[in-house]
């Protein structure tokens, strides 16, 4: 706990000017009305016993309207060997609740997540977005501030067995998972196009906490993000663990993430 004080205490010690573009959550505003966006995801997970491994994630993206948003995932990884198809999942996010003021705005939704995966469970941490098959289901709350952005939520998540794999009956198939992200605007001081490229800094603290056990971990991410052109995004991140007591496959990662949305597709 006292990691996460410090954490938190040195992220308003300096003056934040920022986009709600998050690279390891999704805010709680949605993507555009009627766009499509691809996006692939790339990881070199370092497994805390020896070795690495990578995984690689492809989805598709679609605002519906001003509150829905659907993304489709597939899952591959080298974690058990050969770049292998793992499985996917369907996320859903519903804003429910806005406030639109001249400079600033304040989001809420709820969100969901349902995942399918084959791969062999030997390890305590739950993770719908790659690991178990299982769903999510949870709240997240933004607020954006002139430049400044910032953004929490909570959820509760559930592990299944896997497709060939069942999940061990030893542990914890529940937790409660928290998270709060904050980013800020480096380039430009001023904007004068859209065509300008954004580069924004950002810091997220990601953590979970098993309900049947009580075990717990809780991570930091630094990261840095280059939007070109207010269509293509790109993601650099680098993801540490803080602290944890439960039994984990990776206490770090390097993360690459490009995106692209294609405006007015489906109007």
């Known amino acids: 706990m006292r990691y996460l004080i410090i954490v938190v205490f040195g992220l308003f010690s300096f003056k934040i000017n920022a986009q709600e573009l998050f690279v390891m959550t999704e805010p709680a505003s949605n993507m555009p009305t009627a766009s499509i966006g691809v996006r692939d995801m790339s990881q070199v997970v370092f497994k805390k016993d020896k070795g690495s491994y990578y995984n690689n994630m492809p989805e598709l993206m679609w605002g519906v309207n001003k509150n829905l948003m659907i993304h489709a995932t597939a899952f591959t990884s080298s974690m058990e060997g050969n770049m292998m198809f793992q499985g ?109 490229t954004n580069i924004n800094a950002m810091l997220e603290l990601l953590g979970q906490r098993l309900n049947q056990n009580g075990k717990s971990y809780l991570d930091v991410v630094p990261s840095i993000q280059f939007i070109v052109n207010s269509q293509a995004r790109i993601d650099l991140a680098y993801r540490r663990q803080i602290y944890s007591d439960m039994d984990r496959i990776s206490s770090n990662s390097i993360l690459l993430k490009l995106e692209y949305t294609f405006f007015n597709v489906t109007n």
């Open 88 to 196: 996917g999942s369907l996320y859903v996010k519903y804003r429910f609740f806005s406030v639109d003021d001249l400079h600033s705005h304040f989001r809420l939704a709820a969100y969901g997540r349902l995942s399918t995966n084959n791969s062999t469970v030997n390890h305590e941490e739950i993770e719908t977005m790659g690991m178990n098959s299982g769903y999510e289901t949870g709240i997240v709350a933004t607020k954006l501030v002139n430049k400044t952005a910032l953004s929490t939520s909570i959820s509760y998540e559930r592990a299944l067995n896997n497709q060939d794999n069942g999940f061990p009956s030893t542990f914890s198939n529940s937790a409660m998972n928290y998270t709060f992200s904050i980013g800020q605007l480096m380039y430009p001081k001023k904007y004068t196009n859209f065509k300008q």
